[in-house]
């Protein structure tokens, strides 16, 4: 099992930025593909973006797209999620969550989540 930590959420104005982190300890971080998704009250949790083990394969949802950036340094046991130009309609809690295949692809099996971390977009 893999124990994930996320930080870096807070209230940002509309077309303002923030960087999400997400620390994990336990098994080899870099065996493992990550993904981050979000959940808005009354919503669905949904698929915002996955890396590869490796980094070198990147996914992102269609509302991400230009604006988010999935990023990690197994050096660090880390994930990041870089986001600019920000919504209201991102406002969320985040969550990191990693899956054993590797790839990091939307349709993984995430097995292991971490606690979120709360994104408000004013605007």
């Known amino acids: 099992q893999v124990h994930l930590v996320e930080s870096g959420g807070g209230l940002v104005q509309a077309g303002g930025s923030l960087r999400l982190s997400c620390a994990a300890s336990g098994r080899t971080f870099s065996n493992y593909g990550m993904g981050w998704f979000r959940q808005a009250p009354g919503k669905e949790r949904e698929f915002v973006a996955g890396?590869?083990?490796?980094?070198?394969?990147?996914y992102y949802a269609d509302s991400g797209k230009g604006r988010f950036t999935i990023s990690r340094d197994n050096a660090k046991n880390t994930l990041y999620l870089q986001m600019n130009s920000l919504k209201p309609e991102d406002t969320a809690v985040y969550y990191c969550?990693?899956?054993?295949?590797?790839?990091?692809?939307?349709?993984?099996?995430?097995?292991?989540w971490g606690q979120g971390t709360q994104v408000t977009v004013s605007s």
């Open positions: 969550a990693a899956e054993s295949t590797g790839w990091g692809a939307p349709q993984s099996v995430y097995s292991d």
């Open positions: 890396i590869s083990w490796n980094g070198g394969r990147t």
